[in-house]
């Protein structure tokens, strides 16, 4: 597949689940990032799948409540949604999605749960002494580390197993993408980076000038979208989109403008992205380096899935003696770095279940993220959100 594929190739149709899953995306930014000057990198696709698993093991009530928190509308093709996702997802070399669940020794899951878990999540399943909580948080972790190339460590901690644990649902997400056009490490200086509009540190900042889709929006509140293809000239999979607000100090605008909204978000985003215009562009774009940890348990019930987490919860479906069951945390630890080479990113998420179009320009044109901005990693044909990021502070950098 050739470079043209920018213009001519259509876009594959999402699934229903790719329009809920960016839609959730929009929540998860805007309740943990939006308004906070402070760098983030979440994936909304980790957390989705986690609980896409408890929901697989739910029933009635505690089902409404947990598909309306996912942005899900249609159901009935969901687990075959999940299950083609996770197929595409991982025939290629550069994503890794691993879903496995601990459960208590004498717990028994009902055959239907887990054949379906294997079938529609690829997920493994293990046995855990959840009494031994220390060994059992060394066990849970070795798995996470080992699937996300040790870029995430020590997600469980003793404190989140107690006697009541029953099970714990995880789900491990691994990305390594080489850009398209890689930045040449000779072009990197050291810059200022504006923290506000008028107060800068000196970063590394790489230099590239090669043909990028962009889009633009003029004014203030504008801003310029940047596609940084992953993979080679033949063929590309996955790609990051860096929206660069005009103003220094426009992050906080450009994210209301995006994230506190009733517009759908999965199609404001697919708006924008598959209608940018190719041109040579001259970049310059810092490396940074951010590792997030996130307790998202305020934010599920936020969104309608408070009942998951009481004892009026229904997981029936997922065991065999229909042991009450519901949620008592939901975890997630990401980590992001951005270099001349490509991107590593990677994240894990745990829920513990307790009993109980403008013209293109005809010459090169800049741009410079030298100020806040954001960025989402997602598949380049359907449009699969996998992380989205904010960098805003100075610890994402290496400050020279």
């Not at 490396?287 to 996130?294: A, H």
Request: glycine residues 4%.
């Amino acid at each position: 597949m050739s470079l043209s594929f920018f213009f001519n190739t259509p876009k594959a149709p999402n699934s229903p689940l790719t329009g809920a899953i960016n839609d959730f995306t929009k929540e998860v930014y805007f309740d943990l990032a939006a308004n906070f000057q402070r760098n983030a990198i979440i994936s909304p696709l980790s957390l989705h799948m986690a609980l896409g698993l408890t929901l697989f093991g739910s029933k009635d009530e505690t089902s409404y409540a947990i598909m309306k928190g996912l942005q899900i509308k249609n159901p009935d093709t969901l687990l075959n949604d999940y299950k083609n996702i996770i197929e595409q997802l991982t025939k290629s070399p550069e994503l890794k999605v691993a879903n496995k669940i601990y459960f208590r020794q004498e717990v028994q899951l009902d055959p239907n749960y887990e054949t379906g878990a294997l079938q529609y999540f690829n997920s493994a399943l293990g046995k855990v002494d959840f009494n031994q909580s220390q060994s059992a948080a060394d066990q849970i972790n070795m798995w996470v580390a080992k699937q996300t190339n040790n870029t995430i460590n020590n997600l469980i901690g003793p404190s989140n197993i107690t006697s009541d644990t029953m099970l714990l649902l995880i789900n491990a997400i691994y990305f390594k993408g080489t850009w398209v056009n890689t930045f040449k490490r000779n072009n990197t200086k050291n810059k200022p980076f504006y923290l506000t509009e008028t107060h800068s540190i000196r970063v590394p900042m790489m230099y590239i000038k090669e043909e990028f889709i962009m889009q633009v929006e003029a004014g203030d509140e504008g801003f310029a979208m940047l596609e940084l293809p992953y993979g080679t000239k033949q063929e590309q999979r996955f790609s990051m989109h860096i929206f660069l607000p005009n103003k220094r100090s426009g992050l906080a605008v450009l994210e209301k403008k995006f994230f506190q909204t009733n517009e759908s978000f999965a199609d404001k985003f697919g708006n924008i992205v598959n209608n940018g215009f190719k041109t040579k562009v001259e970049v310059t774009l810092p490396r940074f380096k951010i590792t997030s940890f996130w307790n998202m348990t305020n934010l599920c019930k936020k969104l309608g899935m408070g009942v998951a987490f009481t004892p009026s919860a229904d997981f029936s479906q997922m065991t065999l003696n229909n042991s009450p069951l519901c949620i008592s945390d939901v975890i997630q630890k990401a980590f992001i770095e951005v270099n001349e080479e490509g991107t590593v990113a990677s994240a894990a998420t745990a829920v513990t279940m307790l009993f109980a179009g403008p013209r293109v320009p005809e010459k090169p044109i800049t741009f410079i993220a030298d100020h806040p901005f954001f960025v989402t990693i997602s598949t380049t044909n359907t449009r699969d959100i996998l992380f989205v990021a904010k960098v805003a502070g100075s610890d994402a950098f290496e400050i020279k």
